[in-house]
């Protein structure tokens, strides 16, 4: 007579994949550490089945799940079982044959296929906040199949995946700040609603754009540095935290606009493509002012302006009318121009962002207030 064993009994859904049956099964979250215990990391990689648990990416998961309690979004984990399991369906019809118990004995491994950043993230989230326990989360069961198809299960898993492009994830994220402040900037600058590219992280010789999305983004954060995170607003007794914070957005919103605005003004090549004069891909195959390295630089230079003359900005900006923005330019060799391409490069954007500073009068500003001699660079 058989000693009867503990068992897990998970309730499931049965399906056919690669002529192999999977389950289908709402976990709760706070069962997850039972359920999956880590892997020694002292294993080489050849004998895993999967890679190694990247721990710098876990605590900025479990923050997610944390401060989006209503809110969050989690995938489901794929995990492989090694044990002798029995499925029993809640009855004979053909749909009640695929709905029913799986009874998995507690001495069981289960092993993750994909997902364990996810479930060691929920681990810590559960530390701040237990009422995260009582949620589920999907879990997908295959059968243990050895450890050679589970390292190929854990491959064909994660081979489709695609990176989100930088200006699609913009896009979707109705949840951060910077994300909201970028696209009402560009709702709001003409040239900026009617030639940016929303989703795509760089622009072929046919788009009809100038600019990118995740470009922008960069040039207007380098123009709200000096601003980031201080009081814009004074405080008031008589507002909510949220109230301040959505008059300090607003001004952001409002001074990017007007910066932007102006630029756009003072830069008529941009209003020739948005008037269709000039083909977008003939201007940034010949200019160099609709390329992301200057336009993150315009945007360091429009923080330095708004510093230096708060009031006179745009009669310092209105010389950017004079500069040569053509690729044949000289100036740029060297600078943004490497080997025949236009750099996009740190190095790059600082060595733009010094030019249009000295083409602006920033130079001089710089040089009066720390008290040393300016000098001039060539162009």
Avoid at 70 to 92: K, L, M, P, R
Avoid at 163 to 177: I, K
């Amino acid at each position: 007579m058989s000693t009867p064993s503990f068992e897990y009994i998970l309730p499931v859904i049965r399906g056919i994949q690669a002529g192999r049956e999977y389950y289908v099964s709402m976990c709760p979250v706070r069962f997850l550490p039972k359920l999956f215990p880590f892997e020694s990391e002292d294993l080489p990689p050849s004998m895993r089945a999967k890679r190694a648990l990247n721990k710098a990416r876990i605590p900025e998961i479990a923050e997610y799940f944390v401060k989006n309690p209503t809110s969050y979004t989690c995938g489901a984990i794929a995990a492989s079982i090694d044990a002798d399991i029995t499925f029993e369906a809640v009855g004979n019809e053909a749909e009640e044959r695929k709905i029913g118990r799986l009874r998995v004995p507690m001495d069981a491994k289960f092993t993750i296929n994909d997902g364990q950043h996810r479930r060691a993230a929920f681990e810590m989230a559960l530390r701040e906040n237990p009422q995260l326990g009582y949620e589920t989360v999907a879990l997908i069961l295959f059968l243990d199949i050895g450890l050679e198809k589970s390292q190929q299960m854990f491959a064909d898993l994660n081979g489709f995946q695609v990176p989100l492009e930088a200006s699609l994830s913009l896009l979707y994220n109705h949840r951060d700040d910077r994300a909201f402040v970028v696209k009402a900037v560009v709702k709001q600058v003409e040239v900026f609603r009617c030639l940016t590219e929303m989703e795509k992280g760089s622009l072929n010789g046919r788009s009809h754009k100038l600019f990118t999305l995740s470009a922008i983004d960069r040039a207007i954060m380098a123009l709200l540095s000096n601003i980031e995170g201080s009081e814009q607003a004074k405080p008031s007794g008589s507002r909510t935290k949220k109230e301040q914070k959505e008059e300090e957005l607003a001004q952001k919103i409002q001074l990017a606009v007007s910066y932007w605005n102006a630029v756009s003004s003072f830069i008529p090549d941009w209003q020739l493509v948005l008037h269709k004069q000039v083909a977008a891909g003939e201007m940034r195959r010949d200019c160099v002012h609709c390329h992301s390295v200057v336009l993150e630089s315009l945007g360091e230079v429009g923080a330095a302006l708004l510093s230096v003359f708060p009031e006179s900005w745009e009669e310092h900006l209105s010389l950017l009318q004079q500069v040569d923005w053509s690729i044949s330019n000289p100036d740029w060799e060297g600078g943004i121009l490497l080997k025949g391409g236009i750099s996009r490069s740190r190095a790059s954007v600082s060595w733009m962002t010094d030019y249009l500073k000295n083409r602006l009068g920033l130079e001089t500003a710089d040089a009066a207030q720390a008290g040393r001699p300016c000098h001039n660079e060539g162009g």
